[in-house]
């Protein structure tokens, strides 16, 4: 039952579909930028499928995960909408990870679900030191996720939990692979956000990363600094 309603939401997405012929250069050279390949795209707003979304119900997770099953872009992100950290096992996380490559998929997957989780801490530091890029760059997100949620993770952070995180950092910063550079950055930039004593280090772990020889981690270092020096961030601890 719930794999034929599931078709139906994919049916209706398929309606909805906004992109009516073949992809140009230029927008498969954007989707393969932001990580969306082998998946079928079909340039749906936003907020229709956030209304989508409404209409169907919140928590469905039984249709995210036939939704999910699907290889289709935005059905991949209704899935996100609709699922229920409460019936997410440890096993189902690791293989969402997996499934991860698009930069929004991660960012809505940990910023929205993923950080609920009771082993979310335990997730994300073992997959910040995977050596696949999917899980690798989930484990980042979902870092920088925690990080923007402190105040209600800050009773289930373990101590040492982000002197790992710029541990981690240090040591995958010159891998050279785009969407995890970005990853990392992405975390360190949000860890400054925590407070004064995090923004510290989060800016001398860039400094570190900056000395390193790789253009990879320099990258990241340029790209994390720029965030933490801005004057957005300094004025939130009375800098700048």
Known sequence: MMKTRACEIIDKLNDM?????????SKRGQLDL????????LD???????????????????????LWKSNQYEAKILSCMLSDPNEITEKQADD?????????????????ILWKLPFALKKAAEWADSETEAVLCAGFNLMASIASHTSEMIAKCEPGFFDNALFLARK???????????????????IGRIN?????????????????????????ASQALGELMSTRVSSLFGEG
């Open 96 to 112: 969402l990870a997996e499934g991860l490559s698009s930069w929004m998929l991660r960012e809505y997957f940990c910023g929205k």
């Open 172 to 190: 995958h910063a010159a891998d050279i692979r785009p969407a995890v550079m970005k990853s990392i950055s992405s975390a360190l930039a949000m």
């Open 34 to 41: 932001f990580g969306i390949r082998d998946m079928r795209f």
């Open 44 to 66: 749906i707003p936003h907020d229709k499928l956030i209304s989508l979304a409404e209409e169907i119900g919140y928590p469905s997770h039984d249709i995210a995960v036939e």
């Open 196 to 220: 004064r004593s995090w923004h510290e280090a989060a800016i001398e772990t860039a400094d570190e990363i900056a000395m390193q020889r790789s253009t990879s981690a320099r990258w990241v």
């Open 17 to 25: 579909a906004e992109l009516k012929d073949d992809l140009s250069e």
